[in-house]
């Protein structure tokens, strides 16, 4: 669909369009070649894009062997650990284009908040398939942090994965990012309705508005009392 959501926010009515950001199971990505990893092992959608996770390798690896992957949700503290309550195509084999093997699972993305993904099969991830959505730039939790810790992870998984499972990322988030607008599809309606004046002359307007109010109140008490003494 190219139409994804017509979005109506203050002052602005944005025609958002989504985009699919797909991720093939199985492909290294510093070579191409079949291998272990998510290629690309870092993506950057915003809220309303889809991720496309397939498992069907691309044409150019000629008769490659089916090999067994996942892309299974986790936690930035346990890259290697299922999050519970969390995505997962479970257990798939990789197949070429043009093998019905190869599928393919979506899931929606809701908001930009970090995402955490591993391969449960075998010793993937500690051989470092992951892949990190929307990771920060810096700081102590980025992409390559994440990676790096699950290469660890082997003998020292100390993380429980009973603690902090609160599927709080999985809320569907109610706002737009600005930027999914596509090219000439943003329209800027009047700015009238939205606040350009100091704090301080936006508390004038409230209080003028408080004194509306009272005004009005004071009217229909007086009407009240008008019907009071009419009947
Ligand atoms: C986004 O919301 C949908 C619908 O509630 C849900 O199925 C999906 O898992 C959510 N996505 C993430 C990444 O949590």
């Given at each position: 669909?190219?139409?994804?959501?017509?979005?109506?926010?203050?002052?602005?009515?944005?025609?958002?369009?989504?985009?699919?950001?797909?991720?093939?199971?199985?492909?290294?990505?510093?070579?191409?070649?079949?291998?272990?990893?998510?290629?690309?092992?870092?993506?950057?959608?915003?809220?309303?894009?889809?991720?496309?996770?397939?498992?069907?390798?691309?044409?150019?690896?000629?008769?490659?062997?089916?090999?067994?992957?996942?892309?299974?949700?986790?936690?930035?503290?346990?890259?290697?650990?299922?999050?519970?309550?969390?995505?997962?195509?479970?257990?798939?084999?990789?197949?070429?284009?043009?093998?019905?093997?190869?599928?393919?699972?979506?899931?929606?993305?809701?908001?930009?908040?970090?995402?955490?993904?591993?391969?449960?099969?075998?010793?993937?991830?500690?051989?470092?398939?992951?892949?990190?959505?929307?990771?920060?730039?810096?700081?102590?939790?980025?992409?390559?942090?994440?990676?790096?810790?699950?290469?660890?992870?082997?003998?020292?998984?100390?993380?429980?994965?009973?603690?902090?499972?609160?599927?709080?990322?999985?809320?569907?988030?109610?706002?737009?990012?600005?930027t999914q607008s596509s090219g000439g599809s943003t329209v800027s309606s009047s700015t009238?309705?939205?606040?350009?004046?100091?704090?301080?002359?936006?508390?004038?307007?409230?209080?003028?508005?408080?004194?509306?109010?009272?005004?009005?109140?004071?009217?229909?008490?007086?009407?009240?009392?008008?019907?009071?003494?009419?009947?």
């Amino acid at each position: 669909m190219i139409l994804k959501r017509i979005a109506i926010i203050p002052s602005v009515i944005a025609l958002a369009q989504a985009f699919t950001f797909t991720v093939t199971v199985g492909i290294d990505e510093t070579n191409g070649h079949q291998g272990i990893g998510f290629d690309p092992s870092t993506i950057v959608p915003a809220a309303g894009d889809t991720i496309v996770f397939t498992y069907a390798l691309p044409e150019y690896i000629k008769n490659p062997p089916s090999v067994q992957h996942s892309a299974t949700q986790s936690t930035f503290d346990a890259p290697c650990t299922p999050k519970e309550g969390g995505f997962d195509t479970g257990v798939q084999n990789t197949g070429s284009v043009n093998d019905n093997t190869g599928t393919s699972f979506s899931l929606t993305v809701n908001n930009t908040d970090p995402l955490w993904f591993f391969s449960s099969v075998g010793s993937d991830c500690k051989d470092g398939m992951v892949l990190a959505v929307n990771p920060p730039t810096t700081g102590d939790q980025t992409a390559a942090a994440f990676k790096a810790k699950a290469m660890g992870s082997s003998g020292s998984q100390q993380t429980s994965a009973s603690s902090g499972t609160s599927p709080s990322s999985a809320t569907p988030s109610g706002s737009v990012s600005a930027t999914q607008s596509s090219g000439g599809s943003t329209v800027s309606s009047s700015t009238a309705a939205q606040p350009t004046g100091s704090s301080a002359s936006s508390s004038a307007s409230s209080v003028s508005a408080w004194t509306a109010v009272l005004a009005g109140t004071a009217a229909m008490l007086v009407f009240g009392v008008g019907n009071a003494v009419v009947a």
